[in-house]
Structure formats: structure tokens, C-alpha cells
């Protein structure tokens, strides 16, 4: 089906939001009024710009407050409406947006409004023009859909439908397989929206907290489904209105609505695209620093050991049990404290991994190989992060060969990306490590919803509900996303301090290490010299108000630094170490099968974090 988008859901000027609509693939826009209002451009030109950037313009929006007033109210709308249909005559639209009145002179009579709008839809096929009858969620007489199709039903006239808003029909819970009814030529245009769940008055939910659909927790698809199944064969058009958006890059926000649809057409069964290819595991995860000795003492405090050399770059791969650290010092100037730069993401299927991803239009990355190196595909992700779509070859020792306790034999491995790297000699020292359980990345505000839809639509991921965290200089947005079987989760944070400097690229990310004892791999942690996070006494007063512990068990966690929650699955202990540059490590143990991430210590982390920076 044929894709538009509103120009109100892109920031800038009308041309600016024209070119990006077309640079994404769009087909065509809905032209919003005041934005038609403040462009220089005639509705000629307008016109004709679409037209020279592929666009078609699919709906002129909004007429407002037009049906079931008194008459000489309907004589000005009739006026405002004949100058309406000639300017779109000019402009090159078809069809108009009429949006149930909310006006204070509009009176609960059906009759009069199916009667009001077949004279509307008279003069509108004098011009040309097809009316859309959208009802608004907080329309004064007419906000649901079956009663807006009921009047346009009524009217029974050829240039009047309906126009189906996926918010206004979601948002108040309204029983989408009653679209089926109406006949397909009569739904003259579908709009999509999505919106995180909120208990907010409609209206401003549906002003600043819309977004694209995927990013919330509308179910858009099953009303595409649903209007499909009754015939309509229009466009699928974004009308998005959010804060972020109309300030955020016009190009980058068309890119992502653009991919918004092809995940929402493959959803509702219209389209398939490559499909999504899970990722199993990590691979590895790489910190960028431009000296090591910055990293590598903590790296060896917490027991990993330097087991391998790339063969042509600067990057070393630091290993225990399956967690596999790479730090690369070929970072130049622009990165010179340790950041985390790239994912590496254990997959079944790589190279369709790679054709999902730009099948979404995420940018994939050229990647500097050497002849002999592994093909590596990788795509960036909102934030910058890169991640790598990998095969681990694991080199099976020969018969007396040493390994250590990860199983890395030493010799060269020649199958997957490891193959790349020439073992180092190490001395194994271990505490207790055994694999990566999540990566914690921080979100730029403005590209939150975007990192949500790219997880779960371009590296096949479940999101999880967003959680709002309690950060000494404001609140923190959090929402992870996992495969099935949580071997590998990504927990996606944003939120803005006035402490934070900018230039040294905002709040660090983090990487958590399993291991099925904590007390015993922090107390070796520290006998190796690793700075643990202090947490403040007072958390733990609180902890023991809210839990039973076994003797001296909690005094335990108090020495060590560890944070305790649980639920009705099963238990969770945790604790941080100091932050270095950019980065900062967790060790976790879960038991039972608890599946959260610990975030009602949030708080207590982020104040000792920032306590430790003051």
C-alpha cells in the first residue's frame, strides 16, 4: 500500500519537510494548514515541488467545527469552505479532513449534522474535492468512529467517507472489528498513530505523547487489518503529533517513520520483508579508548585476562567464560576516555540479519577488513552504537592442550570473528564470571522512541514496559528490550541532568556480568583491587524494613557494596563498579526467574553515582 506522512509530524519549513518525506520514500503527505499558511511557496508551487520530489498530496488537513450548527454558523463555514476547495483545486488535493466539531455552537443532532455535511459534500464535488469525516476522541457530539460513519451513512452522498484516526479510535478503547462494516469505499483515508499508554486527558495525550506506530502500545495493526478487510486500498499516513518530533533533525524523524510503516505493514500482513533474525547471545562488547591503562586494571580486577591480539588492528579481546570484552585504541581524538562502541551480537543467520537491518533503512556500516579477516556486517544504531552481527568460532583443543577456564584453547581460531585475533599468552584469574547479561545504553532524549523501534524491529527484540527512574536532577526513561529467552537484553535509558557535560557525551553506559555467586566473585574483585560503588547505609535500614534476611546476610551486602531485590519469581543481587571515563561494570546474580534489572535501586546507583562525581 501506498505510504504518506503529515507534514505536522516533521519539524521546519514546508519545503524542508516535503524534501525529507521524499529522501525517506514516502509517496506521498498530507498537507497540514498552518504549515500551508506560512510557506513563501504559492499553492502552485507547493504543488509543484511535490510533484518534482515524487510526492503526491494526498489530504488537505484540518477543516474544523463545521456540522450541526445554527444556520447562519453553516452559511460562514459554507463561505470558509468554497475558498477552502479552490485553494486545493491550486494546491493539487483531492481530498479534505473535516474533524467532528468541538465547537460550542454545535448541538447533539445527528439529522442536522448528516444533513449540514451532504451540503458540504455538494459543494466539494462542484470542486473536485472528496470530504474525510474524522471524529475527534474529545468531539463534542461525535467521537467515536460508528457514530461519525453512522452520520456520513446518513448523508449518503459520494463525495463524503470517512476518515479512520488509529488514536482517536484506540485510545478510547474502541472495538476495532466494526470498521469491517463499513464499506471499503467509504473509508476515504486512514490515518496511524501510536502512543505509549497513559492516564492523561486525551487531548493532551494525543497533542505531545503520540508516536510512531511500534514505538508505543497501541494495537495499529489490528486496526490496519481490520479497514483492509472491509476494502481500503488508500495510503497508509503517519499524522504524528509529539514535542520531540517538531524539534527534532526533519530528515532523521521522516527516515524513522519511514521504517515505522514497513514494520507496520509487515505486522498487519500487507508486506514481507526480510524477517528478523533473533540474536542468540553476545559476542562481545568493545570499549574505545585511546590509552588502555585507563580500562585494563579494572578488566583484570574483575578476572578477565587478555587472551588474544587482532591481527591487523589495535584491538585486544579480553576474556572469561563467555564474556568477551574488546578494547580498541584506534579511536582517535574524538574518543579518548573509554566509551562503550559496539555490540557484537551472536546471530544464526548474520548475513540476514544484515539484510533485515537495511530492509529498515538502518545504515550499515563499512567496515575497514583486511583479506584475510571474518566479513563482519554491522548497522548503527539511534545512539551511534554499533553492532556486529557474529558467528563465535570456539577452537576445539587438541588432545593434552592447556585452555583456560573459558574453554579458549591456545591456538589461532580460524571459524567466526575470533579467527581474526592471534592468542597472547595470559595466566588465567577468574572470579566467578561466567557471560554478558545485559548491555545498559543511554539514549539522546530526542531519540528514544526511535532506539525502541530500531531494537525491536531491526534486531528482532521484545521491548518491555517503560519505567520512569528517580535521579537526583530529574527522571530517567527506561525501557529493555530482550529475546525469549533473555541471553541477550539491552536496557535502553534518556533523561538530561544540569551536571552533565555535553562535550563529553552525557551519562555513561554500562555492561553487566553474570555470576552464580556474587559475594564470592565481589570479595575476589576487591582482593584484586576493583573500586566498587559505595551505596549509602540508609539503603540498607530501608532493605531490611522491606525483607527477611538470613543471619548476618545482609550485614554482608552492607560490606560489599551489593543491592538486593526481588519478586514473586525469584531473587536478584547486584552492585556497580566505579565509573571509568564512560564506563562502568555491573555483576549480577539472578535466581529463580527473576527477569527485572533491579530498578527500584536505580535511584540509590544514580545518587552514588553522583555523589562519588561531586
Same mark, same amino acid.
Request: aromatic share 8%.
Given at each position: 500500500? &501506498?505510504?504518506?506522512? @503529515?507534514?505536522?509530524?516533521?519539524?521546519?519549513?514546508?519545503?524542508?519537510? +516535503?524534501?525529507?518525506?521524499?529522501?525517506?520514500?514516502?509517496?506521498?503527505?498530507?498537507?497540514?494548514?498552518?504549515?500551508?499558511?506560512?510557506?513563501?511557496?504559492?499553492?502552485?508551487?507547493?504543488?509543484?515541488?511535490?510533484?518534482?520530489?515524487?510526492?503526491?498530496?494526498?489530504?488537505?488537513?484540518?477543516?474544523?467545527?463545521?456540522?450541526? %450548527?445554527?444556520?447562519?454558523?453553516?452559511?460562514?463555514?459554507?463561505?470558509?469552505?468554497?475558498?477552502?476547495?479552490?485553494?486545493?483545486?491550486?494546491?493539487?488535493?483531492?481530498?479534505?479532513? !473535516?474533524?467532528?466539531?468541538?465547537?460550542?455552537?454545535?448541538?447533539?443532532?445527528?439529522?442536522?449534522?448528516?444533513?449540514?455535511?451532504?451540503?458540504? *459534500?455538494?459543494?466539494?464535488?462542484? =470542486?473536485?474535492?472528496?470530504?474525510?469525516?474524522?471524529?475527534? @476522541?474529545?468531539?463534542?457530539?461525535?467521537?467515536?468512529?460508528?457514530?461519525?460513519?453512522?452520520?456520513?451513512?446518513?448523508?449518503?452522498?459520494?463525495?463524503?467517507?470517512?476518515?479512520?484516526?488509529?488514536?482517536?479510535?484506540?485510545? &478510547?478503547?474502541?472495538?476495532?472489528?466494526?470498521?469491517?462494516?463499513?464499506? /471499503?469505499?467509504?473509508?476515504?483515508?486512514?490515518?496511524?498513530?501510536?502512543?505509549?499508554?497513559?492516564?492523561?486527558?486525551?487531548?493532551?495525550?494525543?497533542?505531545?505523547?503520540?508516536?510512531?506506530?511500534?514505538?508505543?502500545?497501541?494495537?495499529?495493526?489490528?486496526?490496519?487489518?481490520?479497514? !483492509?478487510? =472491509?476494502?481500503?486500498?488508500?495510503?497508509?499516513?503517519?499524522?504524528?503529533?509529539?514535542?520531540?518530533?517538531?524539534?527534532?533533525?526533519?530528515?532523521?524523524?521522516?527516515?524513522?517513520?519511514?521504517?515505522?510503516?514497513?514494520?507496520?505493514?509487515?505486522?498487519?500482513?500487507?508486506?514481507?520483508?526480510?524477517?528478523?533474525?533473533?540474536?542468540?547471545?553476545?559476542?562481545?562488547?568493545? $570499549?574505545?579508548?585511546?590509552?588502555?591503562?585507563?580500562?585494563?586494571? +579494572?578488566?583484570?580486577?574483575?578476572?578477565?585476562?587478555?587472551?588474544?591480539?587482532?591481527?591487523?588492528?589495535?584491538?585486544?579481546?579480553?576474556?572469561?567464560?563467555?564474556?568477551? $570484552?574488546?578494547?580498541?585504541?584506534?579511536?582517535?581524538?574524538?574518543?579518548?576516555?573509554?566509551?562503550?562502541? @559496539?555490540?557484537?551480537?551472536?546471530?544464526?543467520?548474520?548475513?540476514?540479519?544484515?539484510?533485515?537491518?537495511?530492509?529498515?533503512?538502518?545504515?550499515?556500516?563499512?567496515?575497514?577488513?583486511?583479506?584475510?579477516?571474518?566479513?563482519?556486517?554491522?548497522?548503527?544504531?539511534?545512539?551511534?552504537?554499533?553492532?556486529?552481527?557474529?558467528?563465535?568460532?570456539?577452537?576445539?583443543?587438541?588432545?593434552?592442550?592447556?585452555?583456560?577456564?573459558?574453554?579458549?584453547?591456545?591456538?589461532?581460531?580460524?571459524?567466526?570473528?575470533?579467527?581474526?585475533?592471534?592468542?597472547?599468552?595470559?595466566?588465567? *584469574?577468574?572470579?566467578?564470571?561466567?557471560?554478558?547479561?545485559?548491555?545498559?545504553?543511554?539514549?539522546?532524549?530526542?531519540?528514544?522512541?526511535?532506539?525502541?523501534?530500531?531494537?525491536?524491529?531491526?534486531?528482532?527484540?521484545?521491548?518491555?514496559?517503560?519505567?520512569?527512574?528517580?535521579?537526583?536532577? /530529574?527522571?530517567?526513561?527506561?525501557?529493555?528490550?530482550?529475546?525469549?529467552?533473555?541471553?541477550?537484553?539491552?536496557?535502553?535509558?534518556?533523561?538530561?541532568?544540569?551536571?552533565?557535560?555535553?562535550? &563529553?557525551?552525557?551519562?555513561?553506559?554500562?555492561?553487566?556480568?553474570?555470576?552464580?555467586?556474587?559475594?564470592?566473585?565481589?570479595?575476589?574483585?576487591?582482593?584484586?583491587?576493583?573500586?566498587?560503588?559505595?551505596?549509602?547505609?540508609?539503603?540498607?535500614?530501608?532493605?531490611?524494613?522491606?525483607?527477611?534476611?538470613?543471619?548476618?546476610?545482609?550485614?554482608?551486602?552492607?560490606?560489599?557494596?551489593?543491592?538486593?531485590?526481588?519478586?514473586?519469581?525469584?531473587?536478584? &543481587?547486584?552492585?556497580?563498579?566505579?565509573?571509568?571515563?564512560?564506563?562502568?561494570?555491573?555483576?549480577?546474580?539472578?535466581?529463580?526467574?527473576?527477569?527485572?534489572?533491579?530498578?527500584?535501586?536505580?535511584? %540509590?546507583? +544514580?545518587?552514588?553515582?553522583?555523589?562519588?562525581?561531586?
Amino acid at each position: 500500500m &501506498r505510504t504518506s506522512i @503529515a507534514t505536522v509530524s516533521l519539524s521546519g519549513t514546508l519545503t524542508e519537510k +516535503l524534501a525529507a518525506a521524499a529522501r525517506a520514500g514516502f509517496d506521498g503527505v498530507e498537507i497540514f494548514e498552518n504549515d500551508l499558511i506560512g510557506s513563501p511557496l504559492s499553492p502552485e508551487e507547493i504543488g509543484e515541488r511535490a510533484a518534482d520530489l515524487g510526492l503526491t498530496i494526498d489530504l488537505f488537513q484540518p477543516m474544523r467545527d463545521i456540522e450541526a %450548527v445554527p444556520a447562519d454558523e453553516f452559511a460562514r463555514n459554507l463561505r470558509r469552505a468554497e475558498h477552502k476547495f479552490r485553494l486545493m483545486r491550486r494546491l493539487g488535493a483531492d481530498t479534505v479532513l !473535516v474533524c467532528s466539531s468541538v465547537s460550542p455552537y454545535a448541538v447533539d443532532d445527528d439529522d442536522l449534522a448528516a444533513e449540514q455535511l451532504r451540503r458540504l *459534500a455538494d459543494l466539494a464535488q462542484e =470542486a473536485g474535492v472528496r470530504v474525510a469525516y474524522e471524529a475527534l @476522541a474529545w468531539g463534542r457530539h461525535v467521537s467515536t468512529y460508528e457514530h461519525a460513519w453512522r452520520i456520513v451513512e446518513a448523508a449518503d452522498h459520494p463525495a463524503l467517507g470517512v476518515c479512520l484516526d488509529s488514536f482517536h479510535i484506540l485510545a &478510547r478503547g474502541s472495538d476495532v472489528t466494526g470498521i469491517e462494516s463499513i464499506p /471499503g469505499d467509504k473509508i476515504f483515508f486512514l490515518q496511524l498513530a501510536d502512543a505509549p499508554q497513559m492516564a492523561l486527558d486525551v487531548l493532551q495525550w494525543s497533542r505531545h505523547h503520540r508516536c510512531f506506530p511500534g514505538q508505543g502500545d497501541l494495537d495499529v495493526a489490528g486496526l490496519v487489518r481490520a479497514a !483492509v478487510r =472491509a476494502g481500503y486500498d488508500g495510503p497508509l499516513s503517519l499524522e504524528v503529533f509529539n514535542d520531540v518530533f517538531r524539534q527534532a533533525d526533519a530528515g532523521r524523524t521522516a527516515v524513522d517513520a519511514r521504517r515505522s510503516l514497513t514494520l507496520l505493514h509487515e505486522s498487519a500482513g500487507l508486506t514481507a520483508p526480510p524477517a528478523p533474525v533473533v540474536p542468540t547471545g553476545f559476542a562481545f562488547v568493545e $570499549i574505545a579508548t585511546a590509552d588502555t591503562a585507563r580500562i585494563a586494571p +579494572l578488566l583484570t580486577a574483575l578476572g578477565f585476562s587478555r587472551t588474544a591480539r587482532h591481527a591487523g588492528k589495535p584491538v585486544d579481546l579480553w576474556e572469561q567464560g563467555e564474556a568477551r $570484552i574488546l578494547l580498541n585504541t584506534d579511536t582517535g581524538s574524538h574518543r579518548p576516555e573509554p566509551s562503550l562502541t @559496539a555490540v557484537g551480537l551472536e546471530s544464526p543467520d548474520p548475513a540476514g540479519a544484515s539484510a533485515r537491518a537495511e530492509s529498515l533503512l538502518a545504515p550499515v556500516l563499512p567496515r575497514r577488513r583486511a583479506p584475510g579477516d571474518a566479513p563482519l556486517d554491522a548497522v548503527a544504531a539511534p545512539d551511534g552504537t554499533e553492532f556486529f552481527f557474529c558467528v563465535t568460532g570456539r577452537p576445539a583443543p587438541s588432545e593434552g592442550e592447556a585452555t583456560d577456564s573459558s574453554g579458549f584453547a591456545g591456538s589461532p581460531v580460524r571459524a567466526g570473528w575470533t579467527g581474526d585475533f592471534a592468542p597472547a599468552p595470559h595466566t588465567p *584469574a577468574p572470579i566467578g564470571i561466567t557471560r554478558v547479561d545485559h548491555v545498559a545504553l543511554t539514549q539522546p532524549w530526542h531519540h528514544f522512541d526511535e532506539a525502541t523501534l530500531f531494537h525491536r524491529g531491526v534486531l528482532g527484540l521484545r521491548p518491555h514496559a517503560s519505567v520512569d527512574l528517580a535521579d537526583p536532577y /530529574g527522571l530517567l526513561r527506561s525501557r529493555a528490550a530482550s529475546n525469549e529467552d533473555g541471553t541477550v537484553r539491552i536496557a535502553l535509558g534518556v533523561g538530561a541532568s544540569p551536571t552533565e557535560d555535553p562535550a &563529553r557525551g552525557g551519562r555513561p553506559q554500562h555492561v553487566a556480568l553474570v555470576t552464580d555467586d556474587l559475594v564470592t566473585t565481589v570479595r575476589r574483585a576487591l582482593a584484586a583491587g576493583a573500586r566498587m560503588l559505595p551505596v549509602p547505609p540508609n539503603y540498607y535500614d530501608d532493605l531490611a524494613a522491606h525483607h527477611e534476611f538470613a543471619p548476618g546476610e545482609l550485614e554482608t551486602y552492607r560490606d560489599l557494596g551489593i543491592l538486593y531485590d526481588r519478586d514473586e519469581k525469584g531473587e536478584f &543481587r547486584h552492585c556497580y563498579t566505579v565509573t571509568t571515563g564512560r564506563v562502568f561494570f555491573e555483576l549480577v546474580e539472578r535466581s529463580g526467574g527473576y527477569d527485572g534489572y533491579g530498578a527500584r535501586n536505580a535511584p %540509590v546507583r +544514580l545518587a552514588a553515582q553522583h555523589a562519588l562525581a561531586e
